[in-house]
């Protein structure tokens, strides 16, 4: 595809639920990142992958959260046990080089009832 | 590591007014500085941006100045449209594949009334 595509775009759960949200980044971009946006809240990154591995998981915020990339290309996001506070948009973005224009996609609504 | 503040979070200007955001970033190694905008439920999308080593860019009618002594970075917006009324937040980095994150801040929503 021509950007960066993120499935599902909307997704209800109830809480204690384990969620997987998934990210294709643009061809041949290296770098893929994972950021959150509370309602009307700026953008908080949780990790940054070069490739397959994840240099910096620095902004997770608990161990229920984690993320693996697979063949430099799609990553999945998963929450375990999902909280109400866990509820935002998921957005992931992935560019060429690390910190270089970043190309986002238009994330997954997390409602966590 | 990296904190980037923004100001102001709302703004409301009158179609044809000038609009001006401001950030500072607390970490002096920071030499990216990026925009971004983001429309009522879209995605956010890089409008401009600016390094260390120019003090000032200008594409048609926003603009990106960069003060690296007092560590700020401010977007102008002239002559301001309906269109423009989105979320713009402000991003810094240590640069192309450096090894710190691109850190935004908690953006700024600007309103354009006609």
């Known amino acids: 595809g021509a950007g960066v595509s993120q499935s599902p775009s909307n997704k209800v759960t109830e809480k204690g639920k384990d969620v997987e949200l998934r990210c294709d980044p643009i061809s041949g971009h290296t770098a893929l990142y994972w950021y959150r946006q509370r309602l009307g809240q700026g953008l908080e990154f949780l990790i940054y992958?070069?490739?397959?591995?994840?240099?910096?998981k620095s902004g997770l915020p608990s161990d229920r959260f984690s993320a693996e990339r697979t063949g430099e290309s799609v990553s999945t996001l998963t929450i375990q046990r999902t909280q109400q506070e866990d509820s935002a948009v998921y957005l992931c973005?992935?560019?060429?080089?690390?910190?270089?224009?970043?190309?986002f996609g238009s994330g997954t609504q997390l409602s966590v009832l | 590591g990296e904190n980037v503040e923004q100001h102001p979070s709302t703004l409301s200007v009158q179609e044809g007014d000038s609009a001006v955001i401001k950030c500072t970033y607390s970490?002096?190694?920071?030499?990216?500085f990026p925009w971004y905008k983001q429309e009522l439920g879209k995605r956010p999308q890089l409008i401009i941006d600016i390094r260390s080593n120019v003090g000032e860019k200008k594409d048609q009618r926003i603009a990106v100045t960069l003060n690296k002594t007092a560590k700020h970075f401010s977007l102008h917006i002239t002559e301001t449209q309906p269109e423009d009324s989105a979320v713009y937040f402000c991003?810094?980095?240590?640069?192309?594949?450096?090894?710190?994150?691109?850190?935004f801040g908690k953006g700024t929503k600007l309103s354009v009334k006609p």
């Open positions: 992958f070069q490739g397959n591995s994840a240099p910096d």
């Open positions: 970490d002096s190694a920071s030499n990216y």
């Open positions: 991003a810094a980095s240590k640069g192309l594949g450096s090894q710190g994150n691109l850190i």
């Open positions: 973005a992935s560019s060429l080089l690390r910190n270089e224009k970043l190309f």
